[in-house]
């Protein structure tokens, strides 16, 4: 979501209020891979992804005249795949807890942890250290590092006070740094 | 490195030591490249879930005559439903039509004010976006007849046993299906343009059919002629502004039907030509801001609107 400026989704939001379903469909085109990929993230399966992301741009549909087109449509996007996709997990665990379903799965985690072992590329590294944050902290990390957002559509998106943020970052960027330090000495990080 | 961080990071790392802030944002940039793996499958294409609001894709509940409204009641309680959902939703536009005076169930008349733009559903399921300052009188029988005085795009429903036909100024149109802008401004030869399907323009006895990317100026004493659209046809419902060499006269008409400011010119400007091409302009200001400058004029804003002069 880099490349999408603010006045893109300003636009979408007139078009949603306008009911342009054509708006809508550019809207989904240009949006859909990144939420797909942040709803991926606290899902870990592919079904549940696809639904989770379509009910989201339904509901959006749904609520469009009553879309602001003064505040953040981004923020928004992702405020409600966070809901969506959590809610997701939690009626999940609630089949997972009744004794009658027996085949609620496990999530699968993210990389196979063998697919580490011969590498020391730092960006699988990397990666896999970004993985082992604490999930929020991925979250917000995430977000900032590769979605594009700012610490204040992050605010708004996981309900988190900005100075929270803030702290999630940094405290992420510090955790990756220690591992890079002990994964590699050589890494002159205070240079 | 620091100026290759986001403002909002390097300012939550301002209060730590140089050296530390300078480790940080070289993490930053070498995270660039370790992305979590993506999912391994692609979202569901935009098909899908258009397919999925198409069948709820109603009017807005100020959109609506109280007189198809009656008519949505008759022909589907499903809709209605629906409709009511939406309605819920826009309490005070609820308000606003019960409140307005029942129109002749026959023919119902629609009309954006100048600076509006409307976007309704008929009764036979097309759509239909409204410019401002424009107005329309739909009557759907076994021919669906619009007349149209203003500009509109129109998302026809296919019904191949009753034809929708729209008068417009000097021409009619009809449609074969399809998705295409009308304009009819006083002033200004009719316009039309097809962005979907097939339409047949005509004058008489003259006659053309347009596909996509085709659009015919029905010039006065002149044959009707098919051209190619120089922008998407219809682009003004997306905030679109666009005028090809076009009178000033012309253009401030279009600003005080698009946005509802009236604008005047000084007579000896009015046949000025100019061409726009402004794939956004949400307001007012942008249209004036990009022609006063390059033609070197004042923009004057009264009380009554705008002036534009030397």
């Known amino acids: 979501m880099h490349a999408l400026s603010v006045d893109d989704f300003r636009q979408w939001s007139l078009d949603l209020q306008a009911s342009d379903d054509r708006g809508f469909a550019a809207l989904y085109t240009a949006t859909s891979p990144a939420l797909h990929r942040y709803i991926h993230s606290i899902t870990r399966d592919a079904e549940a992804t696809n639904d989770v992301l379509q009910e989201l741009y339904v509901k959006l549909w749904n609520v469009r005249t009553t879309i602001d087109p003064d505040r953040s449509l981004k923020a928004l996007l992702f405020q409600m795949a966070r809901n969506f996709a959590l809610n997701h997990e939690r009626a999940k665990r609630r089949r997972a807890s009744d004794p009658l379903d027996d085949h609620a799965e496990p999530a699968d985690s993210a990389l196979p942890a063998d697919a580490l072992l011969d590498t020391n590329q730092v960006e699988d590294r990397l990666r896999a250290w970004i993985d082992e944050l604490p999930p929020r902290r991925r979250e917000a990390f995430c977000l900032s590092r590769f979605e594009g957002l700012s610490h204040d559509e992050i605010a708004k998106a996981m309900d988190l006070a900005p100075k929270t943020v803030n702290n999630h970052i940094v405290l992420a960027l510090q955790t990756l740094r220690t591992r890079l330090a002990e994964f590699d000495p050589s890494f002159r990080l205070d240079a | ?310």
């Open chain 2, 1 to 310: 490195m620091l100026d290759r961080l986001p403002l909002d990071l390097r300012d939550a790392l301002a209060d730590l030591p140089a050296p530390e802030q300078d480790a940080l944002a070289r993490v930053w940039v070498l995270a660039e490249a370790a992305a979590p793996a993506p999912p391994p499958f692609a979202p569901p294409p935009v098909e899908d879930l258009l397919a999925r609001i198409r069948p709820s894709t109603l009017p807005l509940a100020h959109d609506h005559a109280p007189a198809r409204r009656a008519r949505l009641r008759v022909r589907t309680w499903a809709r209605m439903g629906a409709l009511l959902a939406v309605a819920a939703l826009a309490a005070v536009a609820v308000t606003t039509w019960t409140a307005r005076p029942s129109a002749p169930s026959t023919a119902a008349t629609e009309v954006a004010a100048p600076g509006q733009k409307r976007t309704f559903r008929l009764a036979d399921g097309s759509t239909v976006v409204l410019a401002g300052g424009s107005t329309m009188q739909a009557s759907m029988g076994d021919t669906r007849r619009v007349v149209l005085t203003g500009e509109a795009f129109f998302d026809v429903a296919h019904d191949a046993t009753r034809p929708f036909v729209i008068q417009a100024r000097d021409v009619t149109v009809q449609v074969l299906g399809t998705a295409f802008n009308v304009r009819a401004v006083s002033g200004r030869p009719a316009e039309v343009g097809v962005v979907r399907g097939r339409v047949a323009v005509s004058r008489g006895t003259d006659r053309v059919e347009l596909t996509p990317g085709e659009q015919t100026v029905a010039e006065a004493a002149r044959p009707l002629r098919v051209v190619p659209t120089a922008h998407e046809p219809g682009a003004w419902r997306t905030g679109a502004f666009y005028a090809e060499n076009a009178t000033l006269a012309d253009i401030a008409a279009e600003v005080g039907r698009r946005y509802g400011t009236a604008v005047t010119v000084e007579p000896s400007l009015e046949d000025r030509r100019w061409t726009l091409a402004l794939p956004s302009a949400p307001s007012d200001t942008v249209v004036l801001d990009a022609l006063a400058g390059p033609m070197g004029l004042t923009v004057t804003r009264t009380a009554e609107g705008v002036r534009l002069a030397k």
